[in-house]
């Protein structure tokens, strides 16, 4: 039996722009998984991030206040653990972070992770390689593999984009949907978010969402991306105690 994950990231902008655009991107995304960046984080944050959620039907599972980055989870996945890390600060830039969440849908676990990069390239290298061995971490702790989406704020070919190419796969290259491009939203023409996943998970598709053109211009000024991928049931789906079997959230 296999398993096929949605798995989308959307940078929302702090939900500042049209609310009822992106409730309806968000809609028609129909993630398992969504990673959020620029996800709200100053007053009623909380409730903000839940009411981005609740357009999914989906949940928050993992994110902290700072670094504005979360990962929403649906009712389609098990969640096992969330969390979220701050990465290295660089003074007087703004603070970054991981958010991680492992999930499991019939036995495949997967550990996704939330990145939003800086525009300094310093600084974007290393939370770069940073988040890239916060979510192995994680993924390892579990027996899951480990996926990262976000929004690199560079293309394919630069340094930071070719680090986590080179571990893990860049999935729009290998089943891609529509021509990519996610920014900026009214006149896309650069591909600055990425889905990227560990091989043993299969890319069926990866590209944008069919939605409302309107919409999307509205919703925030990156398109989302999602990515459709399968995965072989396999040791994670028997029976034993590994680590990690309990469920938790942080």
């Not at 655009?21 to 129909?30: D, I, T």
């Not at 972070?97 to 036995?107: I, M, S």
């Not at 996704?112 to 390239?121: A, M, N, T, Y």
């Not at 979510?135 to 986590?164: C, K, M, T, Y």
Request: aromatic share 6%; with cysteine; glycine share 10%.
């Amino acid at each position: 039996m296999t398993v096929v994950l949605r798995i989308a990231s959307y940078n929302v902008r702090s939900m500042k722009d049209d609310q009822a655009a992106l409730e309806r991107v968000v809609s028609a995304l129909g993630a398992d998984v969504l990673c959020v960046q620029e996800a709200p984080r100053f007053l009623f944050w909380r409730r903000r991030r839940r009411r981005l959620a609740a357009f999914g039907g989906l949940t928050v599972a993992a994110g902290r206040r700072r670094g504005g980055v979360a990962v929403l989870t649906g009712p389609g996945v098990r969640l096992l653990h969330g969390e979220g890390r701050l990465l290295e600060s660089f003074f007087p830039l703004e603070r970054r972070a991981v958010a991680v969440a492992v999930v499991e849908a019939r036995g495949q676990r997967v550990a996704v992770g939330s990145i939003h990069l800086d525009l300094d390239e310093k600084a974007r290298m290393r939370h770069a390689a940073e988040a890239f061995a916060v979510v192995q971490e994680v993924a390892d702790r579990f027996d899951a593999l480990p996926v990262l989406a976000g929004d690199i704020n560079e293309q394919s070919g630069r340094p930071s984009w070719d680090h986590l190419a080179e571990r893990l796969t860049d999935c729009y290259p290998v089943s891609p949907r529509g021509d990519g491009f996610t920014f900026p939203a009214r006149n896309p023409h650069k591909r600055i978010d990425a889905i990227f996943a560990r091989e043993g998970l299969s890319v069926l598709s990866c590209g944008g969402v069919e939605a409302d053109p309107a919409d999307l211009a509205a919703a925030t000024d990156h398109l989302p991306v999602i990515a459709e991928l399968e995965g072989p049931r396999g040791s994670s789906g028997e029976t034993g105690t590994r680590r990690g079997d309990e469920p938790r959230t942080i």
